[in-house]
């Protein structure tokens, strides 16, 4: 059986941090793309970050400069650091992984991050 589990969210003041993890287990998790997307109340979806199975790292503008992503194959785990958060960073964030060939797709049951102010 597939799973994805996001943690490391919670409660954190304007300018704090928190670090997200995204454990894998079921599948050859260095073999896929890890997104981190986000949704707030009363809004869609956005993309956060990416950290491709070769390790390529792309960002938000949103969030360029305060977040990383990072991924540790043998822990089949996927971190993003979040650095100097904001109110608007607020919102459930939750793991994807996919496979870049035959795009099977995995979710998280995702992990609130609130920034208060």
């Known amino acids: 059986q597939v799973r994805l589990v996001e943690s490391g969210g919670g409660l954190v003041q304007v300018g704090g941090s928190l670090r997200l993890s995204c454990a894998g287990s079921?599948?050859?998790?260095?073999?896929?793309?890890v997104t981190w997307s986000r949704e707030a109340p009363g809004k869609q979806r956005e993309f956060v970050a990416i950290?491709?199975?070769?390790?390529?790292?792309d960002y938000a503008d949103s969030v360029r400069g305060r977040f990383t992503i990072s991924r540790d194959n043998a822990k089949n785990t996927v971190y993003l650091q979040m650095n100097n958060l904001e109110p608007e960073d607020t919102a459930e964030y939750s793991c994807?992984?996919?496979?870049?060939?035959?795009?099977?797709?995995?979710w998280g049951q995702g992990t609130q991050v609130t920034v208060s102010s």
């Open positions: 994807n992984a996919q496979h870049p060939y035959t795009a099977r797709d995995y």
């Open positions: 950290v491709s199975a070769g390790g390529t790292t």
């Open positions: 079921g599948i050859s998790f260095s073999e896929y793309d």
